[in-house]
């Protein structure tokens, strides 16, 4: 099975003030951190980088080693045209575990968890408390609705009818998302 990893870091970073993919966090570009963790995951390829705001100044500052980046000329209809756009970018995987950018602490042991349970499972998604969160698995018919997917909304809606298995993974990572200076100071 083909797997592909995708990362979503299109967004201008409107409530962080600015690029919050290339805010520093302990001397690296924030977006770093999900990238690297995607790509140390050895049986997910391709991987793809979904950028819009800032792309050129991202491409400059972060290293991707491996990863491709596409720009999403929709990017400000929100994180559905950056789905529909990687997803593009991905060509014919079987399935893809999508991530956020904004997410510097997911692991490469989460991702490898969804991995796992992509091959008996077409949805797979990791909470954290219960609380739903990413990385997020979907096989290729779930990828397919992508098309659907309008504004800035994820695979949400399209997964209510689902049956998505969860799988409890505190112990694995902290799924911290960072969305404030705050939250990145305190970091």
């Not at 999900?34 to 991987?47: G, I």
């Not at 529909?84 to 999508?98: E, F, P, S």
């Not at 998505?164 to 799924?175: G, I, N, T």
Request: net charge negative; proline share 5%.
């Amino acid at each position: 099975m083909t797997v592909g990893g995708l990362i979503l870091a299109a967004g201008e970073g409107r409530r962080f003030g600015g690029t919050k993919q290339l805010a520093d966090l302990r001397g690296r570009p924030l977006l770093s951190y999900a990238v690297e963790a995607m790509l140390a995951v050895p049986a997910v390829a391709p991987v793809v980088v979904v950028l819009g705001h800032a792309a050129d100044e991202i491409r400059s500052a972060v290293a991707f080693d491996g990863a491709e980046t596409v720009v999403c000329a929709g990017w400000q209809e929100g994180q559905s045209a950056s789905l529909r756009c990687g997803i593009d970018a991905l060509g014919a995987v079987d399935a893809a575990v999508i991530m956020l950018g904004d997410q510097p602490f997911i692991t490469p042991q989460v991702i490898a968890a969804v991995l796992d349970q992509l091959d008996r499972h077409e949805a797979v998604r990791a909470t954290y408390g219960g609380v739903p969160g990413h990385p997020v698995g979907l096989g290729r018919r779930l990828l397919a609705r992508a098309a659907e997917l309008r504004g800035d909304v994820g695979f949400r809606d399209l997964l209510a009818g689902e049956p998505v298995h969860a799988f409890e993974a505190s112990h694995l990572c902290d799924p911290t998302d960072i969305d404030t200076r705050e939250e990145l100071a305190g970091r």
